[in-house]
């Protein structure tokens, strides 16, 4: 359960083929090193067309005395 609550808390959303991801997959890697695994590895999966990455979010709030 430390494994998995690190991996959800350092890494939070992992949106597909995102930094984020990538960084949490070679995390993964180095943690199935330490216990001793071997031939760890990345393997590629897709295709993706394009990465993404969360920057900037808005959410507008209407109330019901603003609208009937």
């Not at 070679?26 to 993706?48: C, D, I, Q």
Request: proline share 4%; glycine share 6%; net charge positive.
């Amino acid at each position: 359960m430390d494994t998995l609550g690190y991996l959800a808390d350092a890494y939070g959303r992992r949106l597909a083929a995102s930094p984020v991801f990538r960084q949490a997959a070679a995390w993964v890697v180095k943690r199935l090193e330490s216990y001793g695994v071997e031939n760890t590895h990345l393997e590629k999966w897709g295709p993706f067309a394009r990465s993404w990455s969360l920057k900037h979010a808005i959410m507008t709030a209407i109330t019901r005395e603003d609208h009937p």
